[in-house]
């Protein structure tokens, strides 16, 4: 009984030691080199990831504008924006207008040597006008290639080389609107391929250039005759961080020879001139110009007309603020005896607010049309 007794108490020791062995063999065992946290970030893969996304920004950037204006000019049977001429023309007074829903695409490829630009306004006129244009929905689509030190070719739809203001982004502009000169006479584009540089170094002063052969049909507008425009540009600036002064002229000349009512020479001068000093910004133009018949700025159908205007402006910035004063004359045709041989005097106070890095900005114009009438001006302006 004794030894039954001594032969139960060892089976049941080996049948826990069993069990016990059973568990120790389930369990894993974990490799000496095993660790058990995650791999370090190093500033070198962090810069690496930026430059990746920073790549791709670059070759592939939308850009929005967005610009809409109330205007009260009270009761006046003038042309749009104050051209005067012998016939007039609707009678505007009060409205809100959505004046611009620009977007763009654009970027930079292969070390910034190639660049694109497509820009869509979906507030652009559909309408065809006569020696101008059928629409100017779709207004830039052109590729630049930078290969060549200090001469880059630019080729597609494009403001080609043309006076100061015509060639300033419809965001950075002084006033809510062009003066009445630049959007007569220039503020065009059209297919062209263009040579175009800027801070080219010329000992102390730095120039900028751009030479184009234009096809002279209009903005979205097919070839219409084999005969092609020239436009060319070219500008000194002299000066330092705080200070600057610029000077430069512009010229174009063309033939339109659609039919024999339109047809006749087309061409344009213009000199330029800016100073910047601190937040002070003074600028001028005076541009020549002639017409062919049937031009969208010609009032006349079957002669050339030919305009001719300036303006001068001062504009100061501080801080958020920036008041201006800009005063124009514009004659819509200069030619003796022409019976649109009418200024239009203009000089317009504005005031603008620039918000978040000047994405958001608010502006107030009043203009004095001399003779003629006053306008009001609000415009909100939000560019992404």
Do not use: C
């Not at 000194?236 to 000077?247: I, M, N, Q, R, S």
């Not at 000093?277 to 001028?284: A, D, P, S, T």
């Not at 100061?316 to 649109?340: F, H, K």
């Amino acid at each position: 009984m004794k030894k039954l007794y001594v032969y139960s108490l060892v089976l049941l020791a080996g049948l826990f030691l069993s069990v016990g062995r059973v568990g120790a063999v389930e369990e894993p065992k974990q490799d000496a080199d095993f660790e058990d946290t995650p791999a370090e970030v190093t500033v070198s893969d962090i810069e690496g990831l930026n430059n990746r996304i920073n790549d791709l920004a670059k070759s592939a950037r939308v850009n929005v504008l967005l610009q809409a204006q109330y205007a009260n000019s009270g009761v006046q049977s003038l042309q749009p924006k104050g051209f005067k001429t012998a016939t007039g023309g609707a009678s505007y007074n009060d409205l809100f207008l959505g004046r611009r829903a620009e977007v763009s695409f654009s970027g930079d490829l292969d070390n910034k040597q190639v660049a694109y630009r497509v820009q869509y306004d979906f507030l652009g006129s559909t309408s065809t006008k006569a020696g101008v244009a059928t629409g100017s929905q779709l207004k830039d689509y052109w590729v630049r290639l930078s290969y060549i030190p200090f001469a880059d070719i630019q080729i597609g739809q494009q403001r080609y080389a043309q006076g100061l203001e015509a060639r300033t982004s419809s965001a950075d502009l002084d006033f809510a609107d062009s003066a009445l000169v630049t959007s007569a006479v220039e503020d065009r584009r059209d297919l062209a391929i263009q040579v175009q540089s800027s801070k080219v170094p010329l000992g102390p002063l730095k120039l900028e250039y751009a030479v184009a052969l234009v096809q002279g049909s209009g903005q979205n507008t097919p070839d219409n005759n084999d005969n092609k425009d020239l436009a060319g540009r070219i500008g000194l600036t002299y000066g330092e961080a705080d200070w600057k002064v610029f000077v430069g002229a512009s010229g174009y000349d063309g033939w339109e020879s659609t039919v024999a009512a339109h047809s006749g020479d087309r061409n344009a001068f213009g000199l330029e001139g800016r100073v910047n000093v601190g937040g002070l910004k003074l600028q001028g133009e005076y541009i020549q110009a002639q017409l062919e018949p049937g031009n969208n700025y010609n009032p006349s159908g079957t002669a050339l007309s030919r305009p001719q205007g300036w303006y001068v402006s001062a504009n100061y910035r501080i801080e958020d603020w920036r008041p201006g004063l800009r005063a124009e004359s514009y004659t819509v045709d200069s030619t003796v005896g022409s019976a649109n041989n009418l200024n239009n005097d203009v000089l317009t106070a504005g005031l603008d607010w620039f918000h978040g890095h000047d994405d958001v900005r608010l502006s107030v114009n009043f203009e004095e049309h001399f003779a003629q009438y006053e306008q009001v001006i609000g415009q909100v302006q939000v560019k992404i």
